[in-house]
């Protein structure tokens, strides 16, 4: 019992570093969108942009490693696209053959409607980003709206954060072995219920979570660990 008290108290005093997250005050006219990692579009939809009278929109891949090499535009009839570098097919481009063909910064402005014959008209286009970087790029799509005023003038594209490694303890495993020996026995009360739990403490555990905060959220009693602690430290 001395050695469950022991190991308790180590891994309260222990400070076992928590997820790291980054918070910033909202801000309407930046918005944030992580890029996608090893050739693939990491989106289940269109990222909506709202393009008003006199206001531009900015969509900037400078954060990122990824360089823009094309940009479909469905309907230009209000919309006029620029860059900072060489796309094929965009105005200001007309020298891509004397340079590297690649942008990382496009600009998007609202301009009166324009009449192109076998065009339908309509008050969405849709924008197809294409990339290229060390991980294989991605396409990025955009639902370009008309609007009264902007929801957003810069959209930010910045790479997803690398996962972070699981965390190992003598402790996790002494919790584990301790579970493993419960699933046997058929005695412990509400096993069917506790036994998820049990195993999500793990999880936060192995996500760098202190054992307070893994407890809390997975709603056990600080009896239950002790017992499994236990039981895992008797094999």
């Not at 990382?104 to 969405?124: A, C, E, Q, Y």
């Amino acid at each position: 019992m001395f050695k469950i008290l022991s190991s308790l108290t180590l891994l309260l005093t222990l400070n076992i570093p928590s997820q790291l997250a980054i918070a910033t005050e909202p801000n309407s006219f930046l918005r944030v969108v992580k890029t996608a990692t090893k050739g693939q579009s990491n989106q289940m939809h269109p990222i909506n942009i709202s393009l008003a009278n006199g206001y531009g929109v900015t969509l900037s891949f400078l954060p990122s490693n990824q360089i823009i090499t094309k940009a479909w535009l469905d309907n230009p009839s209000f919309v006029v696209i620029d860059g900072d570098g060489c796309l094929k097919g965009l105005p200001g481009s007309v020298n891509c053959s004397n340079q590297s063909p690649g942008a990382k910064v496009l600009h998007l402005k609202r301009i009166s409607d324009l009449k192109i014959p076998g065009l339908p008209s309509t008050n969405t286009s849709l924008l197809t980003v294409v990339t290229t970087g060390p991980d294989g790029g991605g396409i990025y799509l955009y639902r370009i709206n008309k609007a009264t005023k902007p929801d957003s003038l810069v959209f930010e594209m910045v790479p997803p954060a690398p996962s972070k490694p699981l965390v190992s303890s003598p402790l996790i495993t002494q919790l584990e072995r301790g579970i493993q020996v419960a699933s046997t026995h058929k005695n412990i009360e509400d096993w069917k219920n506790l036994k998820p739990k049990l195993r999500r403490v793990i999880i936060y555990l192995q996500q760098g979570q202190s054992l307070s905060d893994s407890i809390h959220r997975s709603e056990v009693s600080w009896d239950v660990i002790g017992q499994m602690l236990e039981l895992g430290d008797n094999q």
